[in-house]
């Protein structure tokens, strides 16, 4: 039978090809089970590990971004998260196939509009799996890519070993308080003003017919490629 350190690099390799993936790490379900929504008991019961699974951001897009979302961000912003659900899609085809059980979870699938809440939160998963730290804009930041990224996650009960969390911080980087339009950013994380950011999701969405809930100036802001991140 495979170890655990066997099964992490065969589906690490799986990640990369032919999933695509750039970003890859799993973390210890225990301590994130009571977060998961949406699912039957039993779900809750065979998720061992969380398969964390990313990509950057394109900077062409990304940069183009000046005072509001624009429509090539919202497509782009679509398209990453199709080839994050597929890429979940199959790792969790080629996971069962070896006979354990595994789950996609959607990359950008709201199941409560109220507090824009998703079935797990993809960016604590992979900050347990060690892809990067909680940024002051409530994102993950990584430590080459900053909050340029998106991310998708796979449950599962194939026996793997876990990646620990990172241990980085935003330093003394402050830019992401300076661009952020509804002054939703501020010192602490956990000082994170939720319902501002929302607020402002939903103005950019009428203001500027969008079919997304999307900003992106925060994500311009954070670190990027050559930025000084710690």
Excluded at 35 to 53: E, N
Excluded at 66 to 75: I, K, N, W
Excluded at 86 to 115: C, F, H, K, V, Y
Excluded at 193 to 213: G, I, M, S, V
């Amino acid at each position: 039978m495979p170890s655990e350190r066997d099964n992490y690099a065969r589906v690490q390799e799986w990640a990369q090809v032919p999933c695509g993936m750039t970003l890859f790490g799993v973390a210890d379900m225990k301590p994130l089970v009571s977060t998961l929504a949406g699912v039957s008991g039993s779900t809750r019961t065979r998720c061992r590990s969380a398969v964390s699974l990313g990509v950057p951001l394109l900077n062409s897009v990304i940069d183009d971004i000046e005072d509001h979302p624009t429509a090539l961000y919202v497509h782009h912003y679509r398209q990453v998260n199709y080839l994050l659900d597929r890429a979940a899609l199959t790792l969790s085809s080629l996971i069962q196939e070896q006979g354990a059980w595994a789950m996609p979870i959607g990359a950008s699938q709201i199941i409560d509009w109220q507090n824009l809440t998703a079935h797990i939160s993809h960016r604590e998963v992979a900050a347990a799996a060690g892809l990067g730290w909680w940024g002051r804009n409530n994102l993950l930041v990584h430590p080459r890519y900053g909050s340029r990224i998106r991310l998708v996650t796979v449950l599962t009960d194939l026996p793997l070993c876990h990646d620990q969390p990172h241990p980085g911080n935003c330093g003394t980087c402050r830019r992401c308080l300076d661009i952020c339009p509804a002054n939703a950013i501020h010192e602490q994380r956990e000082q994170f003003d939720l319902a501002a950011c929302t607020e402002q999701l939903r103005t950019f969405k009428k203001r500027h017919n969008l079919p997304h809930y999307v900003c992106g100036l925060c994500i311009r802001a954070c670190a990027g490629p050559n930025g000084p991140v710690p």
